[in-house]
């Protein structure tokens, strides 16, 4: 890793990190020593008391522009999946499950390309903000492979059976405001908007306690691997563990009282 260069940067504003994907590449192709760094970072932030929320953005060009070709170029299928439980991050291993682990609210703030692993990452946050010239795509095909961290499973459940399977069959980008119809994004803003909006959204959830942030998180996490009645199990226990937080009876003192709360994530 470059030390004058690091690949990922963090800015810290009040409650919220703000962390930038920077590889000298600005497309920001997703290489081990980027995956690592942002893995790094996140398990910083899960294990700082003081953030309660993140926002994830790249550069001018690009949220990230998939997995890093030239590092995958040389594999073999044996090596591949031999090396997944560790070391070929390029080529989807244990750190991409690192960052779907992330417990806090994470939002991605897009521009320019989010493609095959760059769209994935995006998928893995709870929001996703795009400026208007976001590009989101699944091009595995045109290099004859099939995605690897969600691109098949995620991305139906997030725009629907036809538009993935278009995004994933062709593998022709869509834009952002076909990314906002399809449900993929949450919001679309002008470009010079996109981080204040990423930022303000981050800030409107920190202003919450944290342990109810974190159950908010699993519990709708949950709803994506369990079946209904499973999920409304675990939500209404959620509800019930809410009442042993001092953040719950603060709370609804301050409803009563027509007060903003003070939270002590506890």
């Given at each position: 890793?470059?030390?004058?260069?690091?690949?990922?940067?963090t800015?810290?504003?009040?409650?919220?990190?703000?962390?930038?994907?920077?590889?000298?590449?600005p497309?920001?192709?997703?290489?081990?020593?980027?995956?690592?760094?942002?893995?790094a970072e996140?398990?910083?932030?899960?294990?700082?008391?003081?953030?309660?929320?993140?926002?994830?953005?790249?550069?001018?060009?690009?949220?990230?522009?998939?997995?890093?070709?030239?590092?995958?170029?040389?594999?073999?299928?044996?090596?591949?999946?031999?090396?997944?439980?560790?070391?070929?991050?390029?080529l989807?291993?244990?750190?991409?499950?690192?960052?779907?682990?992330?417990?806090?609210p994470?939002?991605?703030?897009?521009?320019?390309?989010?493609?095959?692993g760059?769209?994935?990452?995006?998928?893995?946050?709870?929001?996703?903000?795009?400026?208007?010239?976001?590009?989101?795509?699944?091009?595995?095909?045109?290099?004859?492979?099939?995605?690897?961290?969600?691109?098949?499973?995620?991305?139906?459940?997030?725009?629907?059976?036809?538009?993935?399977?278009?995004?994933?069959?062709?593998?022709?980008?869509?834009?952002?405001a076909?990314?906002?119809?399809?449900?993929?994004?949450?919001?679309?803003?002008?470009?010079d908007?996109?981080?204040?909006?990423?930022?303000?959204?981050?800030?409107?959830?920190?202003?919450?306690s944290?342990?109810?942030?974190?159950?908010?998180?699993?519990?709708?996490?949950?709803?994506?691997?369990?079946?209904?009645s499973?999920?409304?199990l675990?939500?209404?226990?959620?509800?019930?563990t809410?009442?042993?937080l001092?953040?719950?009876?603060?709370?609804?003192?301050?409803?009563?009282?027509?007060?903003?709360?003070?939270?002590?994530?506890?």
């Amino acid at each position: 890793m470059n030390d004058r260069h690091p690949p990922v940067r963090t800015a810290y504003e009040d409650r919220v990190a703000v962390v930038t994907l920077a590889s000298e590449n600005p497309l920001n192709p997703l290489a081990d020593d980027l995956v690592d760094a942002l893995v790094a970072e996140l398990r910083r932030i899960d294990a700082d008391p003081a953030i309660r929320a993140t926002v994830l953005t790249g550069s001018s060009k690009a949220f990230a522009a998939g997995a890093d070709v030239k590092a995958m170029a040389p594999q073999d299928y044996a090596t591949a999946f031999r090396q997944d439980v560790k070391a070929m991050a390029p080529l989807i291993g244990r750190n991409w499950d690192a960052i779907r682990a992330h417990r806090k609210p994470l939002i991605a703030a897009v521009r320019g390309y989010a493609l095959g692993g760059g769209c994935q990452l995006a998928m893995m946050c709870d929001v996703v903000v795009a400026a208007e010239d976001a590009r989101f795509g699944q091009p595995e095909v045109v290099l004859g492979i099939v995605a690897g961290a969600g691109g098949t499973q995620p991305l139906p459940h997030a725009v629907g059976k036809s538009l993935a399977m278009q995004m994933c069959l062709t593998g022709a980008p869509i834009s952002a405001a076909e990314a906002l119809a399809g449900g993929l994004v949450s919001k679309v803003v002008p470009t010079d908007r996109l981080l204040p909006e990423a930022t303000r959204l981050a800030r409107s959830m920190a202003a919450h306690s944290l342990p109810v942030l974190l159950a908010i998180k699993e519990a709708v996490n949950r709803s994506f691997e369990s079946s209904l009645s499973e999920g409304l199990l675990f939500e209404r226990s959620q509800f019930h563990t809410g009442f042993a937080l001092k953040d719950q009876k603060e709370g609804i003192a301050a409803f009563r009282e027509r007060r903003d709360p003070a939270f002590a994530d506890e």
